[in-house]
């Protein structure tokens, strides 16, 4: 079946580090959105990639899908306190409405 | 803005009891998606409902079952609960392959 690894698993990084999570699937993907959720809170939206190759930038947030529409990367430059959480890829099938989610990065940011 | 309302936010069972949560998406949006997250790991996707009907199924239980009624809400159904059934249950809503909002959550409890 479908499987969406994400690695690493956990990220602990100094305040203003940069932090990189990566995220894979075992097939081509029809897009990928990715996800923030906070302890004790629901996954929040943050962006959807649809192209091959496409690039989108949130402020210190950079999103890319890959070519082949099947791996995805999330960089935050200059990490703050308030980016602790955990980062989700979910990866929307080719052939239907569902979504697989990632097995999610937790960052942690040491003031 | 209206987001997505679940209830009940809290559910403690029995085991071999039944359950129902429900979903009321946000108004307008016409898919409705399941998921199921246990402790420290990834939602993983149950059941997406498109228009009411349903469009995709996920690693839903047979003992579980799920509607999207005329309403635009939606119900899961759980039967015969186990111990491995507590978790946190995510409804989601969305326009078709748009960004999800996601709702609080329902944390089952089965004792």
């Known amino acids: 079946g479908q499987q969406v690894m994400q690695i690493p698993q956990y990220q602990h990084v100094q305040e203003g580090e940069d932090f990189t999570t990566y995220c894979n699937s075992s097939t081509t993907l029809s897009n990928i959105q990715w996800y923030k959720q906070r302890p004790g809170g629901h996954p929040v939206f943050l962006i959807q990639l649809v192209k091959s190759g496409e690039v989108k930038k949130q402020k210190r947030l950079t999103f890319q899908f890959g070519e082949a529409k099947k791996n995805s990367s999330l960089h935050i430059t200059a990490t703050q306190t308030t980016d602790v959480g955990t980062y989700f890829c979910?990866?929307?099938?080719?052939?239907?409405?569902?979504?697989?989610f990632g097995t999610g990065t937790s960052l942690t940011v040491i003031p | 803005a209206a987001g997505v309302i679940q209830s009940p936010r809290h559910l403690i069972k029995e085991k071999r009891e039944t359950a129902t949560l429900k979903c009321y998406p946000i108004?307008?949006?016409?898919?409705v998606y399941w998921y199921q997250q246990g402790p420290g790991q990834d939602p993983q996707f149950l059941i997406s409902f498109y228009e009411k009907m349903q469009s995709d199924k996920g690693s839903i239980p047979d003992r579980f079952s799920a509607q999207q009624f005329s309403d635009y809400h939606s119900e899961l159904n759980m039967s015969s609960l186990e111990l491995g059934d507590s978790a946190l249950y995510f409804c989601a809503s969305s326009y078709p392959l748009g960004e999800q909002f996601f709702g609080p959550g329902t944390r089952l409890t089965v004792l």
């Open positions: 979910a990866g929307r099938s080719n052939t239907g409405n569902q979504f697989y």
């Open positions: 108004p307008r949006h016409d898919t």
